[in-house]
């Protein structure tokens, strides 16, 4: 099945820095979603985005899909920024099943 | 719309125990999901249902079985719990047509199996 590799597996920054999180995936995919799982342990969608570009706020995120990756940004960030952050890909052939990432663990200090 | 909604939070099994973990969506999609997410992991597909009617396996199934009667109802039951199914089980939808799209998910059960 597809592999699904984010780096850094953990950040920790202070608030107002800026930071990139990676994604790469091993096959061509037709989903890629975002998601922000806060402290409480919810499931916050941040971006669906199989290709291109999108932002909202503070956040934008970018999936190149011919070169298999898709990076994060989040700018001037603050401490309700942390949490962990998957990446999930869906390919043709993976029976709408998502495949998740092990996540980014990012802590934001005051 | 209140989304996809779980039921219940938090549940204490002891092991042999069965139970249900409840799941309904209220925006009409078609596509339902449950996963499992393990400390420290990425979340598991364990079922998926395409339909009323109709559900598949995913990842993994072992250990639980599931029903799609309605479009907006899809519980999860687990027969015999056992320890290794301590887990938070996120029950998710989409609406799909052609092809891939965007998946919502609910706030989790949180299962224990001592």
């Known amino acids: 099945g597809i592999q699904v590799e984010q780096s850094p597996p953990d950040l920790i920054l202070q608030e107002g820095a800026n930071s990139t999180l990676r994604c790469n995936f091993s096959d061509s995919v037709n989903n890629l979603q975002w998601f922000h799982q806060n402290p409480w342990g919810q499931l916050i969608n941040l971006f669906y985005?199989?290709?291109g570009t999108k932002q909202n706020g503070r956040l934008s995120a970018t999936t190149v899909a011919t070169e298999r990756y898709s990076l994060l940004y989040i700018s001037s960030s603050q401490t309700t920024d942390s949490g962990v952050y998957f990446c999930a890909v869906e390919t043709e052939t993976s029976g709408s099943r998502l495949t998740f990432g092990e996540g980014t663990q990012l802590t934001v200090n005051p | 719309n209140a989304g996809v909604t779980q039921t219940p939070k938090f549940r204490i099994l002891k092991i042999g125990q069965s139970m249900t973990l409840q799941c309904a969506q209220d925006?009409?999609?078609?596509?339902m999901y449950w996963y499992r997410q393990d400390p420290g992991m990425g979340l598991k597909l364990i079922y998926y249902?395409?339909?009323?009617?109709?559900?598949d396996k995913g990842e993994v199934p072992n250990g639980y079985n599931v029903s799609r009667s309605t479009t907006e109802d899809f519980p999860l039951r687990l027969e015999l719990a056992a320890p290794s199914q301590t887990s938070v089980y996120f029950c998710?939808?989409?609406?799909?047509?052609?092809?891939?799209?965007?998946?919502?998910f609910g706030p989790g059960t949180r299962l224990t199996v001592t």
């Open positions: 985005i199989p290709s």
């Open positions: 249902s395409v339909g009323a009617g109709i559900t």
């Open positions: 925006m009409n999609h078609n596509y």
């Open positions: 998710a939808s989409s609406y799909r047509g052609q092809g891939a799209s965007e998946q919502y």
